[in-house]
Each structure stands twice: as C-alpha cells, then as structure tokens.
C-alpha cells in the first residue's frame, strides 16, 4: 500500500524547457514534503522541500508546488539542464514521527 | 568534507551466511537510519538510532539487526541473508533537531546474495 506515489516512472524534456514531476500522497497526517535527487552509483541528496502550511517554495530553478487538497505536489525545474538528468524521489513526512516515506522515483532525462 | 560513508559499495554473500554492512558518518549527527531499497522499489525505512535509541519499523524483519557502538559508526547485520535481501542499502544521517528534517544519504552497499 504505497503512501507516496510518482506515477511516472520516466521523463524526458528538451534543455531549456521546464520538467514537471508529479508526486500524489494518501496519507492526510503527512505535514512536511521533500524532494531528493539521484545520480546514478550515488545516495540521494536533498533538493527541496515544503511545510504543509505552504502552497510554494522556490529555490533557483527549482520550485515546489503543494495542493494539500487535492493531496498533489509537483516539483517545476526551470529551465532544464543537461546535468539535471537523475532519478528524483518525493518523500513525505508525518508530524513528530523521523521516518520519511518515499515515492518509487522519477527517472528525468534532459536532452542537450 | 563532512560525509556519510558506506562500505563497502558491493558485497556478495552466501545464502544464509551472515553479513555486516557498515556506515560512518562526519557530520555528527545525532540520528542514523538504515534504509532497504530494491530494484525499481521507494527506499524502506528498516530502522533509525536517534542518539543510543534504537527504532526499530514495525515491518522490518527480525534477520535485521542495527549496532551503533558511538556516534559516527553505525552497522547492519543480516544474520541469515536470503535471496529476497538483495538489495541497496542506504545510510543516512540527521541532525536530531526535529522530524522530517533533511537526511544526509549515503551512496549505498549494494548486496548481492548467491
């Protein structure tokens, strides 16, 4: 029963474009979202997150958006580059509890 | 540079013969978290050591156990790998200061069971 869900395993986008990466959660006590990045043969590491009490945060070229309604958070990068191609994981967290819940991963490729 | 360490990368172990996958860290962060992550899979919590308590997840296996002797060292024993245990293993390290905060990562012991 997955909480966290990155329905599409692959993205591919066009340098200079914006990529979208989508990411659905069920579990409504999930307060904090992050997003982390993946390079191939490395461990994650951290790119954004947001507090629930948010609907954006922008850093650079990443921003995240939150929709608490519709339980849908959605990472824009822009403009897109060559070495933005990873996998990238949605995670979740639920208030006063150190466990993150990860989504499956999104496999970005950014064409030169 | 401050880091989380893994070795080694790649371990290849028996069926059944018990294996140790260790972590370090620089950071000297107060949490350590095992994670098991298979092929196409989100990365499992096993457990986490906030300081010298241990947190074991309600699903993880008993074959899976977790050492942490200090603050920068931290290890986890499969005592009778099975096929079903091939995986990545991820370290990951925190500053204890509140939940969901940033975990540093690190790039992972893949296992490998014959």
């Known amino acids: 029963d997955q909480q966290v869900k990155q329905n599409s395993p692959s993205l591919s986008v066009q340098e200079g474009r914006i990529s979208i990466l989508n990411c659905d959660y069920t579990n409504s006590m999930f307060d904090y979202f992050l997003w982390y990045k993946k390079y191939p043969a490395e461990g994650p590491t951290f790119l954004i997150s947001?507090?629930?009490?948010?609907d954006k945060n922008e850093d650079g070229r990443f921003t995240v958006f939150l929709n608490k309604s519709a339980k849908h958070l959605s990472l824009h990068i822009v403009p897109s580059q060559p070495g933005d191609s990873a996998v990238y994981f949605c995670a979740a967290n639920e208030a006063g509890s150190y466990q993150l819940t990860f989504g499956k991963g999104t496999k970005l490729s950014v064409i030169p | 540079d401050a880091m989380v360490i893994q070795n080694p990368r790649y371990q290849v172990t028996q069926f059944g013969k018990p294996v140790t996958l260790s972590c370090s860290q620089t950071l000297n962060h107060n949490v350590m978290y095992w994670y098991q992550q298979k092929s196409s899979q989100a990365p499992k919590l096993l457990f986490h050591y906030y300081d010298k308590d241990f947190n074991n997840e309600a699903d993880t296996p008993d074959n899976f156990q977790s050492r942490r002797p200090n603050t920068s060292f931290c290890f986890l024993d499969i005592r009778s790998p099975g096929l079903g245990d091939a995986a990545m293993y991820l370290c990951?390290?925190?500053?204890?200061?509140?939940?969901?905060?940033?975990?540093?990562f690190g790039p992972g012991t893949r296992l490998l069971v014959l």
């Open positions: 947001i507090s629930s009490i948010k």
């Open positions: 990951a390290t925190s500053r204890g200061g509140t939940p969901g905060e940033t975990q540093y």
